[in-house]
């Protein structure tokens, strides 16, 4: 069964106190695909401008996406432009040109409609409700969002929220979503939105999966050096939903061990610029961090008597 | 085999954004002992002022603290006057009263020179290493520092790190201790100062643990409400040496344990004012948060194939 992915395909020129890069191949859409086509074949819909070399893509293409859902637009593609802070987290935007997405209309080609696992990545919430209303039976759906569309869309964000399953979102924003201090309370209250599945992603410090009343909680895998972190979330959800798309299983289980090779393939997005570091990846690397994920979080479980 | 512990024993004013308290029993060895004191006979050595009630500390005699090591000097107590930000993790200090504590001189009984296992709470690094010179034959030595130290007695602190087993200290510290951004690199700069065991204390995001080239993570146990973070830290040190002591065992796996137990005590500790969550809990309970943590971060090993 094919993974649905709706987002962006665009070009991030990035700087970091260490070194720049100018026009690299980024986008939602597209760490995505890079994470989740190690697991299960992808469906993407995004739209690029006539400027788009899509010789790019052929990697992501051998590894099973279907680039048919990609609309070519006469005009630019979407650029970002930013700055990473001495701390490899905080960042500033230099500048944003929408380009051809500002007039982005997802319209899935008719086998996609088929697809029974969907992922909404960080895309107006009006788009993303539209894309939901054009899936025919959807098993389980999860969506992305930032703090732009928690302030400036709310009615838009509340409608779609009511339709998914899982929700991805940073910790800062559960607090803003919520209007809780408290994560655990805002986390509770999320849920009584529409989505029972919450994956609250903490960077550095790992992430958490509540799904109904259970937790899981996974640490980052600490790498030595954080090249550029730019599409780590959108790797992170690549490979949280290419695991549950390839299981085809949505127990909690399943979901767990999807945090893990979600977080192993964060790990690596965050080592190179762009996706560089996911275009040469290998399986075998993967199932490494997956076992050291899990010896460094292992313990012998003990009484007090 | 008996802990010692030597730190403050005092009396703390606390403000939080819903509540607040005056002159609650408080201090690092206070707070260590009675989280240590449920794993493992603990030994005292601190200073208090002539108002100092001893009554207050009868619930830990009761839990076998010996206080022989408590001197009683003319004056009045250390008193520290603080209020938390809404955030409950960000604070300011209002007041800081040294008191009696300004004189402190730690001078070990004689009986408890022999202790197998040290915690040499946040002091003047002189004195910790003072502490340290007075001992017979300590099998595992830990310290806690701050920033304080780091900055006002650089190479006391390096004099005094040369000769412990263990630093228990918080991340953003790593990075002031060693000047390196990355925290696996500040890690591995300051094993080389003395420690091969680091605790690395993240607050809500948990803890890790650095032991030569082994690394275990062990989050944050999630509360419902944290009431007053004072003291959390130096709860988390007992439970840790605690765990340690009580199995006079110094392995990964122990210090695995170590970590998970500190984790659940410190999680009760922010749940009352001062001392007061970890004066009526109970074992079970204790047991109950190990139990959970253990939950918390299973997931079953599979690899992609």
């Known amino acids: 069964m094919a993974l649905l992915v709706v987002g962006s395909v665009a070009y991030d020129s990035v700087e970091t106190p260490y070194d720049r890069v ?3 191949l980024g986008g939602s859409a597209t760490f995505f695909s890079a994470a989740a086509s190690f697991f299960t074949p992808v469906h993407l819909v995004a739209v690029v401008g006539s400027d788009f070399q899509t010789a790019q893509v052929d990697f992501l ?3 099973g996406v279907d680039f048919s859902g990609l609309t070519i637009e006469e005009g630019k593609t979407f650029r970002w432009k930013g700055r990473y802070l001495e701390n490899m987290v905080d960042r500033e935007t230099i500048e944003t040109q929408l380009n051809v997405f500002q007039d982005f209309n997802p319209i899935l080609p008719a086998s996609f409609c088929d697809d029974a696992t969907v992922f909404l990545a960080n ?6 409700y539209h894309v939901v209303r054009q899936m025919h039976r959807p098993q389980f759906i999860a969506m992305d969002t930032m703090n732009y569309w928690i302030q400036g869309a709310p009615q838009e964000l509340r409608r779609t929220l009511a339709t998914v399953d899982a929700l991805l979102i940073n910790d800062s924003e559960v607090r803003e979503l919520s209007g809780e201090t408290s994560l655990l ?3 509770k209250k999320i849920q009584t939105m529409g989505p029972k599945t919450l994956v609250v992603k903490k960077g550095e410090n790992g992430a958490m999966l509540f799904h109904e009343s259970d937790l899981f909680v996974c640490p980052a895998f600490p790498v030595d050096r954080v090249f550029d972190p730019t599409g780590a979330g959108d790797t992170f959800a ?3 939903m290419g695991t549950i798309s390839m299981k085809n299983d949505f127990s909690v289980a399943t ?7 979600a977080t192993a393939l ?3 997005a965050v080592e190179g610029f762009g996706v560089d570091r996911l275009r040469t990846l290998q399986k075998a690397a993967i199932n490494q961090r997956v ?15």
Not at 123 to 128: A, H, N
């Open 22 to 24: 100018e026009d690299a």
């Open 61 to 63: 293409r051998e590894r």
């Open 123 to 128: 895309i107006g919430p009006e788009l993303q």
């Open 185 to 187: 309370k805002g986390v």
């Open 238 to 240: 690549g490979g949280f």
């Open 255 to 261: 979901l767990r061990q999807a945090m893990v090779f």
């Open 266 to 268: 964060a790990s690596f």
């Open 291 to 305: 076992q050291r994920l899990y010896e460094m979080t292992h313990f012998e479980l003990e009484s007090l008597s």
